[in-house]
């Protein structure tokens, strides 16, 4: 049977490769499994980081996995009689194996740093060279998405700022950027067609940007376990053409005025 676990064993690798190749294959069972369609401008670089590592710890997978492999058939206890031998091990190895993995991680840490540059260092900046204005500002809290936008003065924080819940809208072909921040608890920011993933936590303000690069309806959802009514936290990223954007901004300031006409009158 000591050999029938090694083989056993052995399956795990050989899995986890055929899961990658599926994955791999354009209109495969996988296929957009891990990477979704990307609508950001920018967000190449990320699915190029993404690659680079997936790539990279595959290999280191796939030959550590060989390797046990090797040992599990080769030192068998039902193949080899010989008594067990206990050594104290090699200095020489442990400085190796602890030396590569460092290394390694040190390369990635370098390799990554035009993505975190270009993602979380260098915010856009208007015609004058200045930081741009947020657009909108999201408040993460159990269990919902509340929104913020500027008025028609195109600045947040001012009697004419717009709400609304869940339904995140932006302006194709521009860059925008956004206040993130959390009312009760740790929450996670996440757009996956826009590779934005933006941790929020209560009591601090964090800016995300990207540029929307094709219209359509897209995910916003929270990726870090908020309470017991995570799984339903989930919005809608909608991308519109600019006539589009500036209807729907329209719209939804005539709804709030409307709405506190009413609540006024009724007082």
């Avoid at 064993?9 to 069972?29: E, K, N, R, S």
């Avoid at 030959?63 to 200095?91: M, Q």
């Avoid at 206040?179 to 590779?195: A, E, G, T």
């Amino acid at each position: 049977m000591g050999r029938l676990w090694s083989l056993l064993f052995l399956t795990v690798p050989i899995l986890g490769v055929a899961i990658f190749v599926l994955a791999m294959i354009p209109g495969g069972v996988f296929d957009d499994h891990w990477l979704p369609v990307n609508i950001n401008e920018h967000g190449q670089i990320i699915d190029d980081l993404f690659m680079f590592i997936l790539y990279l710890t595959g290999v280191i997978f796939i030959g550590t996995g060989i390797l046990l492999f090797w040992f599990l058939w080769k030192y068998d206890t039902e193949t080899r009689t010989e008594p067990v031998k206990y050594t104290h091990g090699s200095h020489t190895l442990e400085i190796i194996w602890s030396i590569l993995p460092a290394a390694t991680l040190l390369f990635i840490a370098i390799y990554q740093m035009d993505a975190w540059a270009s993602h979380k260092m260098v915010p856009p900046v208007d015609d004058h060279g200045d930081p741009k204005p947020a657009l909108v500002e999201v408040t993460g809290r159990q269990f919902e998405w509340r929104l913020r936008y500027a008025g028609r003065d195109g600045e947040l924080y001012t009697k004419d700022d717009i709400f609304t819940v869940n339904d995140l809208h932006v302006p194709v072909n521009e860059q925008v950027v956004i206040v993130v921040k959390s009312q009760d608890v740790l929450h996670s920011f996440f757009l996956p067609n826009m590779r934005i993933k933006q941790d929020v936590i209560p009591g601090m303000k964090q800016k995300v940007w990207f540029q929307a690069n094709q219209v359509g309806q897209y995910d916003l959802v929270c990726a870090e376990l908020c309470g017991w009514g995570h799984y339903k936290m989930r919005g809608r990223l909608w991308v519109d053409s600019a006539d589009d954007f500036a209807k729907w901004l329209e719209q939804a300031e005539q709804e709030q005025n409307s709405t506190e006409i009413a609540s006024a009158s009724q007082e």
